[in-house]
């Protein structure tokens, strides 16, 4: 996943090593999350209207660097380690 495909101020999900990750760019840096819903584990989608990460499943929002927004999940989703090999985001 290319760092420079995620405009500032959005998120994107997918894959990095076979682990699903929700990726925010929050302008000067990344959040790099877990994208495993702490409920009961459905993924998340990028909402861009509500610049939140929803859960299809049963409802739970989570603001952009994961925490809690809206249950029924009570955990934010996990911030994952990460560095930068030639502009691809790698997990740590």
């Known amino acids: 996943m290319k760092a420079s ?3 500032s101020g959005h998120g994107v ?3 990095i090593n076979g682990r699903p990750v929700a ?5 000067d840096r990344l959040v790099v999350l877990e994208n495993i819903c702490t409920h009961m ?3 998340t989608d990028w909402n861009d ?3 939140s990460w929803d859960c299809p499943c049963h409802g ?3 603001h ?6 809206l249950g029924p999940a009570a955990q934010p989703l996990p911030r994952l380690q990460y560095r930068l090999e030639n502009g691809e985001i790698a997990l740590d």
């Not at 952009?64 to 927004?69: C, F, N």
């Open 13 to 15: 999900v997918g894959e």
């Open 64 to 69: 952009p660097d994961g925490s809690v927004m």
């Open 5 to 7: 495909d995620i405009a």
């Open 49 to 51: 209207s509500g610049d």
């Open 60 to 62: 739970s929002r989570y």
């Open 41 to 43: 584990g459905c993924q």
């Open 23 to 27: 990726v925010y760019n929050a302008g």
